[in-house]
């Protein structure tokens, strides 16, 4: 057995878990970071062991983000070792892979910068597309078109600056968090069309399904061939119901004024259960909205993905912000460094600073930094090439919601030939799967892959050289 692994930049821990600021912390408590498929307490255990955490203090604790790079990397070199042990040939090449194409029995012919390799078994996990800017200022250094590392992006922003931040959301957060943390005194604007911040994660009752199930999904979409928002939304509310709940809408407009005093509801009454949905939403995300997204109509697809109200309430609610930055939040509003402004139309250079137009006015900044999550997500500009090889040799068919095609149950590619044995995982699988993103989502892909491999082996032994086969995965790029 042989497993191949193609990065050209510093493997396990890509843009999201680089080292940074120790401030920039994970948008999940540690219970909900293991990337052990089965073993929850397994990220607990690691931090444990080092001295990062009391055993038992897991179930609400954010951790910094760099921490559970740290985490990934040292686990990966561990399973590498142990396949190696086990006597698995790997191998880590630090080249981009630029193409594959079918090759004979062994299925898979894949080129990385003049090197030539064939595998049995291709998983493209390339990463998901950049930050995309929403305006063209690249050009200037006053301009941060990608906050990540805020440690080395945020450094030559002066303290006094009157700062920009394009965008409200988790970016808009850390960004905000980040330049706190430096020291910084100037004031900060928080510019987008809803001027809408996150929800904060709030404690809930330890949540098992009732209505809200992948059986019940399935039921549906049978009986009627395939699931409607109205039908998803039913089964939220019954859920709700069975808690104690009272069912409100399922993706209510965001909240743009007022921010300031939503901020205080929320952390004033942090066991408030009067929106019961927020919290079925945030839990059910891993465990049955894939199957939910599976079976809606290709309309409600389209309509969820091109509307940007229901995009913002999707993501606020399933991706609330950390208590512990939400109160940093609040104190920047209290104090009047840091507001949020909504109707954001655009923003240009002027002679000496950037003038942000809103739809009540013009305001000017020092500094904008990109905080804008691109509305459609999908193909790494470095993965097109692979991915365009792919598409050409009729191995893969891309997705309208910017993604490629995949098989529910195990993420298998889907072309116009049928090899079997390739995969995709991450935001690849953009439009496939809705939530593409998260550690506990991309924990159970894996897994299915993993399975689908393993399955596919031991069914077929006869077609690998000596009932094996040979891997390849691809990381981000």
């Known amino acids: 057995m042989s497993l191949t692994l193609y990065d050209d930049a510093k493997p396990w821990q890509g843009r999201v878990f680089q080292a940074d600021s120790p401030c920039i912390i994970a948008n999940a408590p540690v219970d909900a970071m293991s990337v052990r498929h089965g073993d929850s307490a397994h990220a607990e255990r690691w931090l444990v062991e080092r001295g990062h955490l009391e055993p038992g203090k897991s179930h609400d604790l954010f951790l910094p983000r760099g921490l559970y790079g740290d985490y990934m990397a040292e686990h990966a070199g561990e399973l590498l070792q142990s396949l190696r042990r086990r006597g698995w040939r790997v191998e880590l090449v630090e080249q981009r892979a630029s193409s594959i194409e079918p090759k004979g029995p062994l299925r898979y012919a894949v080129?990385?910068?003049?090197?030539?390799?064939?595998?049995?078994?291709?998983?493209?996990?390339?990463?998901?597309?950049?930050?995309?800017?929403?305006?063209?200022?690249?050009?200037?250094?006053e301009y941060i078109a990608d906050p990540y590392p805020t440690f080395e992006r945020l450094a030559g922003i002066p303290s006094d600056a009157a700062v920009g931040v394009m965008g409200s959301g988790l970016t808009a957060v850390d960004v905000a968090v980040a330049l706190k943390e430096r020291g910084h005194s100037g004031r900060?604007?928080?510019?987008?069309?809803?001027?809408?911040?996150?929800?904060?994660?709030?404690?809930?009752?330890?949540?098992?399904?009732?209505?809200l199930t992948a059986g019940q999904v399935s039921e549906l979409a049978s009986s009627k061939g395939f699931l409607r928002l109205a039908d998803a939304e039913q089964l939220v509310g019954q859920e709700v119901q069975a808690w104690g709940g009272q069912p409100r809408e399922l993706f209510?407009?965001?909240?743009?004024?007022?921010?300031?005093?939503?901020?205080?509801?929320?952390?004033?009454?942090?066991?408030?259960?009067?929106?019961?949905?927020?919290?079925?939403?945030?839990?059910?995300?891993?465990?049955?909205?894939?199957?939910?997204?599976?079976?809606?109509?290709?309309?409600?697809?389209?309509?969820?993905?091109?509307?940007?109200?229901?995009?913002?309430?999707?993501?606020?609610?399933?991706?609330?912000?950390?208590?512990?930055?939400?109160?940093?939040?609040?104190?920047?509003?209290?104090?009047?460094?840091?507001?949020?402004?909504?109707?954001?139309?655009?923003?240009?250079?002027?002679?000496?600073?950037?003038?942000?137009?809103?739809a009540t006015g013009a305001e000017q900044a020092d500094y904008i930094v990109n905080a804008v999550t691109p509305p459609v997500y999908g193909i790494h500009p470095k993965a097109e090439p692979l991915v365009d090889s792919a598409v050409q040799h009729g191995l893969a068919r891309r997705h309208h919601?910017?993604?490629?095609?995949?098989?529910?149950?195990?993420?298998?590619?889907?072309?116009?030939?049928?090899?079997?044995?390739?995969?995709?995982?991450?935001?690849?699988?953009?439009?496939?799967?809705?939530?593409?993103?998260?550690?506990?989502?991309?924990?159970?892909?894996?897994?299915?892959?993993?399975?689908?491999?393993?399955?596919?082996?031991?069914?077929?032994?006869?077609?690998?050289?000596?009932?094996?086969?040979?891997?390849?995965?691809?990381?981000?790029?």
């Open 401 to 477: 919601a910017g993604g490629l095609k995949v098989t529910a149950t195990s993420s298998a590619i889907l072309g116009s030939r049928s090899l079997g044995g390739l995969y995709a995982l991450g935001d690849l699988t953009r439009g496939a799967f809705f939530f593409t993103f998260g550690l506990p989502v991309l924990v159970r892909r894996s897994a299915d892959i993993a399975r689908a491999i393993h399955d596919d082996i031991h069914q077929n032994s006869g077609r690998y050289r000596d009932g094996a086969g040979r891997a390849s995965g691809f990381r981000s790029l």
């Open 188 to 211: 900060i604007r928080m510019y987008s069309r809803s001027g809408a911040l996150p929800l904060v994660r709030r404690p809930g009752p330890a949540w098992k399904p009732k209505h």
């Open 111 to 141: 080129e990385a910068e003049g090197r030539r390799d064939e595998f049995d078994f291709v998983i493209l996990c390339a990463g998901g597309s950049v930050r995309g800017g929403p305006v063209d200022l690249d050009r200037y250094d």
């Open 252 to 358: 209510p407009p965001a909240r743009a004024a007022g921010a300031r005093a939503w901020l205080h509801r929320q952390l004033e009454n942090p066991h408030d259960h009067t929106d019961l949905e927020t919290f079925i939403f945030q839990k059910s995300v891993p465990a049955v909205w894939q199957e939910i997204w599976f079976a809606l109509s290709p309309g409600d697809q389209r309509r969820i993905l091109e509307t940007p109200s229901v995009m913002r309430s999707i993501m606020s609610r399933c991706c609330p912000m950390p208590r512990t930055n939400a109160e940093k939040i609040l104190a920047m509003l209290d104090s009047g460094q840091l507001e949020t402004k909504s109707g954001l139309k655009s923003i240009s250079r002027g002679l000496k600073t950037f003038e942000v137009h809103l």
